[in-house]
């Protein structure tokens, strides 16, 4: 049965987390007919900016063809450190 991420990640003492997401009626994220190498580096790039937003930090990715996996950790110590008017 799902549950909420909430009841899943304890922030006070934050684990490594697997996240996977995959496209959907077999579309392709990156390589698919007619695009380019560079979608995949800006998914790359996407990820590294998401990671510095929401304070966490990944140790692995893989951009396959059609999914995503990211190993990311959270940091709450790094977002305490964070000013209210700084965070937008």
């Known amino acids: 049965m799902a ?3 909430a009841t899943l990640i304890n922030l006070a003492n934050p684990g490594w987390v697997h996240c996977i997401s995959r496209c959907v009626r077999r ?4 390589d698919g007919p007619g695009q ?3 979608r995949k580096v800006w998914v790359e790039q996407r990820l590294e900016y998401v990671a ?4 966490c930090r990944v140790a692995a990715y ?3 063809s059609n999914h995503l996996h990211v190993v ?4 709450p110590e790094v977002a305490a450190t964070w000013l209210a008017e700084g965070v937008t």
């Open 52 to 55: 510095r937003q929401f304070s």
């Open 72 to 75: 990311v950790r959270m940091c």
């Open 3 to 5: 549950q909420p991420r």
């Open 27 to 30: 579309a392709f994220l990156v």
């Open 62 to 64: 893989a951009v396959m």
């Open 36 to 38: 380019d190498k560079s």
